[in-house]
């Protein structure tokens, strides 16, 4: 079986400070795929990144940046100077090859002004 | 492109009542999944179709029946519905079974009585 672990239920910044959501996960497959996806107030739900397991290149795009160690079973998401949009509940999930996904329990994250 | 529409957005049922939930796509996407969020337990996997005529169980399928007779069809019946399947529920489709993010339906709340 297959498991996601977001340890931080939530966590609350002010802004212009760096934060970082942790994501472990558990699988015994070779093959499979992260992602993370962010679901702010209105509800909808928002693709930001997707991994495959043979592929451990860090990655930044803007103030955002992926942490991927398959040492340790990680997929960290780091928003960097953080600003009040970026307050949402930020999921990671686990897709192995058959297609199936298992979403972490999400952390919720609030920027003050 | 509509994307992923589900319908409807709102629903009150009364214990021991069926209804069917709607999703459709209009991307032509292999892949399409029924998840259910429940406060502060992320998104649950209910059933996943990986394509037309294919369909396969999720993390929690009882209580939950699905069929892909369409490409673009994907819903969801609840055959008696009991006060724990209150929850919000999301239809998502992909474009493969693995590798592509999933994109989301803007979700269908759901009160059983």
């Known amino acids: 079986a297959q498991k996601v672990t977001q340890a931080q239920t939530e966590i609350s910044v002010v802004e212009k400070e760096d934060v970082t959501l942790d994501c472990v996960y558990e699988?015994?497959?070779?093959?499979?795929?992260l992602f993370w996806y962010k679901q702010p107030p209105s509800g909808e739900l928002v693709f930001l990144i997707r991994?495959?397991?043979?592929?451990?290149q860090n990655e930044i795009s803007g103030r955002y940046s992926w942490n991927f160690q398959k040492s340790t079973s990680s997929f960290n998401f780091t928003i960097t100077a953080s600003q009040v949009v970026d307050s949402a509940v930020y999921f990671c999930?686990?897709?192995?090859?058959?297609?199936?996904?298992?979403f972490g329990d999400g952390t919720t994250l609030t920027v003050k002004p | 492109n509509a994307g992923v529409t589900q319908t409807p957005k709102f629903q009150v049922l009364k214990t021991g009542q069926s209804m069917t939930l709607q999703c459709a796509q209009d991307?032509?996407?292999?892949?399409m999944s029924w998840y259910r969020q429940d406060p502060g337990m992320g998104l649950r996997l209910i059933h996943y179709?990986?394509?037309?005529?294919?369909?396969d169980q999720g993390e929690v399928p009882n209580g939950y029946n699905v069929s892909r007779s369409t490409t673009e069809d994907f819903p969801l019946r609840l055959l008696s519905a009991a006060p724990s399947q209150t929850s919000v529920y999301f239809c998502?489709?992909?474009?493969?079974?693995?590798?592509?993010?999933?994109?989301f339906g803007p979700g269908t709340r759901l009160t059983v009585l």
């Open positions: 998502a489709s992909r474009e493969d079974r693995t590798y592509n993010e999933q994109f």
């Open positions: 699988t015994r497959d070779t093959t499979y795929y």
């Open positions: 991994r495959n397991s043979f592929d451990e």
């Open positions: 999930a686990l897709t192995n090859n058959a297609g199936k996904s298992t």
């Open positions: 991307m032509n996407h292999e892949y």
């Open positions: 179709s990986v394509g037309a005529g294919i369909t």
